[in-house]
């Protein structure tokens, strides 16, 4: 631990993400960060995270520097971690890529991963990430790259394609539902064990123990009824907080009985990824999955600054805590030595052999000092694997559409989405791709 650590964060206006990142890095007691370094193109937030930042340094007592540019060529020399948060395009076109897809029938809750608006959001920010990668080439080559951005998959295995860099994909998707489960079977997350593997979005509990013994039958006995169903879901810590009582997780019980494991993303998310759950305005009601919870989150982040503004004008010191998040858990086990076990998103390369070596997956990942090793998982069973499958195909044309910039790529990307082929026919989907890439024809200048 004798070299300079410096972490920094690009995107670092994405407020409670920057700020979870920073809290764990400093409340490590067996680590200290030299440099905090924060980009953002929003000078406003910029200047309140790195004000909220220099706060928490003094809280904590560490030396740690803090710097914060606009130009992130400025601050990535020297840098040992980059983690990567930003999005690229407005709250509003979202919404009318959104509202755009609902005159379709492709009705989406999230939408941030596959599906009409997921390819877009992709493609909006791949260049400014490849951007990124290639900077780091030039100024920190040895750094690690860590991104959080949506769509995970397919932008981490088009970087793979494009850049030297050490590209590794994080989400909080495995270790968050772990914890709904343990709510769910009423017990600390401590007493749960897994082992779980697929794609981002879509990994699978293959092992799920309870203090050492199978709890797929406890799980079974709460999927057996809607209505233990929907009163265990008060449980989950997450999304039962934000939502009250509109919240179910009946779409990934379901999933689970009939193909035989648990998946690692909320019911929003899944019922996205398959075909079985959002066929007209009456089954999204059934399943509780309505709620376009993140389309609010994007609108109301002006208010969330306010309150961070609030806090720093006060004598009051910040709340802090240990975070669930793996990107500080993965810099503390390779600054120590302290192993620890993460799944993140890799290009495959063989780590599941029945999915094509030509994607990116999400595997246990063991962390020390020699860097970050993927484990080789073998087979997925056939049934959550052909689910996969249905997935990495898009995952793979979103990644051809960005690195080729050809067109027909992203009308591939869209035919072959799940949910769209479900409720369109190949010319509506042809339509519905047309006036997505008028909308987003500003991203789209060098698409031919």
Same mark, same amino acid.
Request: hydrophobic share 40%.
């Given at each position: 631990?004798?070299?300079? @650590? ?7 206006? !994405?407020?409670?993400?920057? &700020? ?27 200047? /309140? ?29 020297? !840098? ?7 999005? /690229? ?16 029938? /492709?009705?989406? !809750? /999230? ?121 265990? !879901? ?32 909320? %019911? ?72 620890? &076990? ?38 997925? %069973? $056939? ?34 989405? %799940?949910? @769209?082929? $479900?409720?369109? @026919? ?23």
């Amino acid at each position: 631990m004798n070299k300079y @650590t410096k972490v920094t964060i690009i995107g670092a206006g !994405s407020i409670i993400f920057s &700020r979870q990142m920073m809290e764990s890095l400093l409340l490590f007691d067996d680590i200290v960060i030299d440099e905090l370094a924060l980009v953002d193109l929003d000078v406003r937030k910029l200047n /309140v995270m790195e004000h909220v930042a220099k706060k928490m340094v003094s809280q904590v007592g560490k030396p740690t520097k803090v710097t914060a540019c606009a130009d992130r060529r400025a601050v990535l020399p020297g !840098s040992s971690y980059v983690i990567n948060s930003i999005g /690229v395009g407005s709250p509003e076109l979202y919404e009318q890529e959104l509202l755009t897809a609902d005159r379709y029938g /492709v009705v989406q !809750s /999230v939408g941030d991963i596959i599906g009409p608006t997921g390819i877009f959001r992709m493609l909006r920010a791949y260049p400014a990430m490849l951007g990124i990668c290639k900077d780091m080439e030039e100024l920190c080559p040895n750094a690690f790259f860590f991104n959080y951005t949506n769509p995970m998959a397919p932008l981490t295995l088009a970087l793979s394609k494009q850049t030297c860099i050490k590209v590794f994909g994080f989400c909080h998707s495995v270790q968050g539902t772990a914890m709904e489960l343990a709510g769910y079977l009423g017990v600390e997350s401590s007493r749960l064990s897994y082992w779980a593997a697929g794609i981002n979005h879509m990994a699978w509990y293959l092992d799920l123990k309870l203090d050492g013994e199978d709890a797929y039958p406890r799980l079974r006995e709460i999927a057996a009824s809607r209505k233990t169903i929907d009163e265990r !879901s008060q449980f989950d810590g997450a999304y039962s907080l934000m939502l009250k009582e509109e919240f179910s997780d009946a779409v990934r019980f379901e999933i689970m009985k009939h193909f035989g494991y648990y998946v690692s993303e909320s %019911p929003f998310h899944m019922s996205e990824y398959v075909p079985y759950f959002r066929k007209t305005p009456q089954m999204i009601e059934e399943w509780n999955v309505a709620r376009r919870w993140w389309l609010e989150s994007e609108k109301s982040r002006d208010t969330v600054i306010g309150h961070l503004e609030a806090q720093l004008s006060s004598d009051k010191p910040i709340p802090m805590k240990i975070t669930p998040e793996y990107a500080p858990e993965v810099i503390r086990a390779h600054l120590t030595g302290n192993i620890f &076990r993460a799944n993140l998103n890799v290009h495959n390369n063989g780590l599941i052999t029945n999915l094509p070596d030509d994607c990116c997956v999400e595997v246990p990942c063991f962390v020390d000092t020699e860097g970050v090793h993927p484990c080789k998982v073998g087979d997925l %069973p $056939a049934g959550v694997a052909g689910l996969n499958l249905s997935n990495v195909a898009v995952h793979q044309a979103m990644a051809q559409a960005a690195i080729t910039k050809e067109k027909r790529y992203i009308y591939e990307a869209i035919k072959l989405d %799940p949910l @769209t082929a $479900a409720q369109c @026919t190949l010319e509506q989907t042809q339509s519905l791709a047309n006036e997505l890439i008028r909308l987003n024809q500003d991203y789209l200048q060098d698409f031919h």
